[in-house]
């Protein structure tokens, strides 16, 4: 739990009544995100003062049930479907745009909270057809788009479900889906009046580097169009071949400069490959496609193309990578589906299986050296997130954020105890090996 | 599909993926018995945690009532093999630069205008001009170039 975007906020939500602190929220201007505050309320109730263990515990549970949830849609029922699992997984982790989730907490991870919403709302519209996935699926839809913007992905997803042919949800229960995305955008727009974020509130990547907010306003206050166009197509980039990342193309950059690291070749290399995978499964099941047949491999990857494009489209006015970590989870889901059907079309020669053989030794390779290169990254935000809690004093200072009452110390003081005392950072690791994975 | 074949195939796709994972599985089970796997391990005092920057450890070392201005041993690998022995305040100029020193200063552990002038000389000397700016805030101190660090380095040789 870091202290900036976390500590304050815990204090902030453990302020006044769950109900009023609900209900403020749907007044802010630039962000609606009520359940957002409603849910570290009720975990911080919940754990009396042990915050690490709850939250830490939260964050846990909910990349176990989201990795449950992906075996799930992947439907393990051979060999093959076994084989790539492990790939999947690794890709799901290793993804940038999976990092952000995974490395913060606020002090839950909505980002988090908001992809097991994804996968929850895929595998209820891919079921077989009850009367209480509709149910469900309305609620979940209410909750992930009131708890982040990204959450009215969900209603994305069963629409995309639908139109592939999935029927868990019946035709009613996707109207309701539909009518509540625009309920959202009426209550947000016109009956709240939130609107949202401002061009000048955010520093944004450009180019080879960062414009600050001032820098943003002024290149772009009169016409934001190009900014808005730039943003799109980066985060399109983004997904597909893991650069840029937040907008700014660094590994180009290093690349010009002879500069570049393993990592960074790993990273873009895996992400092609698999990105080339997903564009072969994809032009070898365009007939069948443009008839309206299609099978559950199908739906899975229909549904990541029109998350990537809702997702995409969400991040014109702000490029992020974790903002992209929905269309990144539907990548890895649909990365395994066409890994699945490329083994299965691959194996049909004795040719054939000698060149596939290599494209997914170095595609299995690629993503699991990612993975191990995620699991040091969050190991190494471990020890900084330590050191913020050992300056925390004077952050507070700075931030003119010094909490004012007994309970706001309280808070303070227990979890700098924890993050210092109670669970002390590993040792740092050492070695020249470590040059295999700097970013 | 080939039984056989997509076997094969399906042994290439999930084995680079597994094996990553069993390795840091392997990692997180050591680190968990206790045994920190490609690392020097934790530091064993308090220079030793301030010249690896690892200012939570330092924390924990002087609420264990260790000393900072005391001379302490500091393996090689930690700062250089040049300084193997050092107070904690002079480690946290390699270590946590200016932030670190700050943290001492105000716990009291710079406790003389000879210990202030000693770190700012020892700063100058390895080009830690955080550190120098915020113990000598008034202009650069006036040292011996070399001086600062020599004490330190003839501390360092072996007896």
């Not at chain 1, 915050?51 to 830490?56: A, G, K, S, V």
């Not at chain 1, 309206?292 to 489209?313: M, Y």
């Not at chain 2, 045994?35 to 924390?59: D, F, M, Q």
């Amino acid at each position: 739990m870091q202290v900036s975007d976390s500590l304050n906020n815990l204090i902030e939500a453990t302020q006044g009544s769950l109900t009023g602190l609900v209900h403020n929220q749907f007044f802010q201007r630039g962000y609606l995100r009520p359940f957002l505050w409603g849910l570290i309320r009720v975990v911080a109730d919940l754990s009396q003062g042990h915050y690490f263990e709850w939250f830490r515990g939260w964050h846990v549970a909910q990349v176990v049930v989201l990795s449950g949830l992906f075996v799930a849609l992947l439907r393990v029922r051979r060999a093959v479907d076994a084989a790539v699992v492990p790939l999947g997984l690794a890709a799901l982790v290793g993804l940038h745009t999976f990092s952000g989730t995974i490395r913060e907490a606020f002090p839950i991870n909505t980002f988090m909270t908001i992809l097991l919403c994804c996968f929850a709302a895929a595998w209820l519209a891919l079921g077989t057809p009850r009367w209480w996935r509709d149910v469900a699926a309305a609620l979940l839809l209410v909750f992930a788009a009131l708890t982040v913007e990204t959450g009215l992905l969900v209603g994305v997803i069963f629409v995309a479900a639908w139109l592939a042919g999935a029927r868990g949800l019946s035709r009613t229960g996707v109207a309701v889906q539909v009518a509540l995305v625009a309920g959202y955008f009426v209550l947000r727009f016109v009956v709240l009046g939130v609107g949202a974020p401002g061009l000048e509130e955010r520093a944004s990547g450009f180019g080879f580097g960062v414009l600050d907010r001032d820098q943003v306003a002024a290149r772009f206050g009169a016409n934001p169009l190009p900014f808005y166009a730039y943003n799109v197509a980066v985060s399109l980039l983004s997904l597909v071949a893991s650069e840029p990342s937040g907008g700014v193309f660094s590994v180009t950059q290093r690349v010009l400069a002879g500069e570049a690291t393993a990592i960074n070749v790993v990273n873009v290399g895996a992400s092609v490959l698999g990105t080339a995978l997903i564009a072969a499964y994809l032009w070898t099941r365009r007939r069948e496609w443009l008839a309206r047949r299609f099978t559950p491999d199908d739906q899975l990857v229909a549904i990541f193309v029109a998350v990537a494009a809702a997702n995409i489209v969400m991040c014109y006015a702000y490029t992020k990578d974790v903002i992209l970590s929905p269309a990144g989870i539907f990548y890895a889901l649909a990365l395994a589906v066409a890994a699945r059907h490329f083994i299965e079309r691959a194996s049909m020669t004795a040719g054939r299986t000698a060149v596939a053989s290599v494209v997914l030794v170095l595609l299995s390779a690629g993503w699991g050296y990612r993975a191990i290169a995620a699991a040091i990254d969050l190991r190494h935000a471990g020890n900084v997130v330590r050191v913020e809690w050992a300056y925390v004093d004077r952050w507070l200072e700075r931030e003119h954020l010094t909490p004012t009452t007994d309970e706001g110390r309280a808070i303070v003081r227990q979890l700098q105890e924890d993050a210092i005392w109670n669970h002390p950072a590993r040792p740092t690791l050492a070695g020249d090996w470590l040059d295999w994975f700097e970013q | 599909m080939s039984e056989p074949r997509a076997n094969v195939l399906g042994v290439m796709a999930a084995a680079p993926a597994v094996l990553a994972t069993v390795a840091v599985l392997v990692f997180a089970a050591q680190e968990l018995s206790g045994r920190t796997p490609l690392s020097y391990g934790r530091p064993i005092n308090v220079a030793e945690a301030a010249g690896a920057g690892e200012v939570s450890e330092v924390l924990r070392f002087l609420r264990a009532g260790w000393d900072p201005t005391q001379v302490w041993p500091v393996r090689p690998e930690i700062i250089s093999s040049t300084v193997t022995r050092a107070t904690g305040l002079e480690a946290a100029i390699w270590g946590g630069r200016q932030p670190l020193v700050e943290l001492l200063d105000r716990r009291g552990f710079i406790r003389d205008a000879e210990t202030r002038h000693h770190l700012a000389c020892l700063a100058k000397d390895i080009g830690a001009d955080d550190v120098v700016a915020y113990l000598s805030p008034a202009g650069a101190p006036s040292c011996d170039p070399g001086a600062g660090f020599a004490v330190v380095k003839a501390r360092s040789q072996p007896q």
